[in-house]
């Protein structure tokens, strides 16, 4: 199996820490730069987006989600991701993570624009907002207690050091103090470490 990911996305990040986690030697990681348009990527993945990963049978799983579950039930026992019955705000809070990272990338998205004279204003507040609602929201919730790994908290260190890495002017551990002291805890674990974008 092959990895098709970017450093920089904190999709693909989400993706490596779970390969990482899970041990999954066999796969092959291949750094690519989507924008490239490689002709064997966009074949596998039509959207041209990473991460894609390409299964022994020639076929291809995207996106990151998706990935996650296979890995998961594959080669993980199903002990990532919340059951599918009952669990429903466990499965809330998944794509809550993964819609703040979606409005990370749409920001770090005008903040290229504006390089180009069209930023919106307008949807850059929007973008901040819902980045700043959902972490006051995550810092009152159950997901920082204990230290078990689950999905839930692989997305959400992956955002976390996205917003570092992109969005530095952004003060959020201001708004999330009980958020940033369990990142300076779990980020010490070698699979955060070892991925972390640079």
């Known amino acids: 199996m092959k990895l098709y990911y970017s450093d920089a996305s904190p999709y693909a990040r989400m993706v490596r820490v ?17 924008f490239d348009n490689d002709e064997e990527f966009v ?14 049978d020639g076929s291809a799983l995207y996106d990151s989600e998706v990935i996650c579950r296979f890995l998961d039930v594959e080669y993980g026992q199903s002990q990532l991701f919340a059951p599918a019955d009952g669990y429903w705000s466990r499965h809330c809070l998944f794509s809550m993570l993964k819609g703040m ?8 998205q005008e903040q290229m624009r ?11 507040g929007r973008f901040e907002q819902a980045l700043l609602r959902g972490l006051r929201q995550i810092d009152h919730s159950g997901l920082l207690n204990g230290d078990e790994i689950t999905a839930e908290r692989i997305a959400l260190v992956c955002l976390l050091d996205y917003l570092d890495f992109r969005h530095p002017s952004i003060e959020w551990r201001n708004l999330a103090p009980a958020t940033a002291l369990w990142l300076n805890h779990i980020s010490k674990e070698s699979i955060f470490r070892e991925t972390r974008p640079a």
């Open 101 to 108: 990272l979606d409005s990370a990338v749409a920001l770090r």
């Open 43 to 56: 074949e596998a993945n039509p959207l041209g987006k990473v991460p894609c990963l390409m299964l022994a």
């Open 18 to 34: 779970m390969i990482e986690l899970l041990q999954l030697n066999h796969i092959q990681l291949t750094s690519t730069n989507p």
């Open 114 to 124: 504006a390089e180009e004279g069209n930023s919106s204003p307008f949807w850059k």
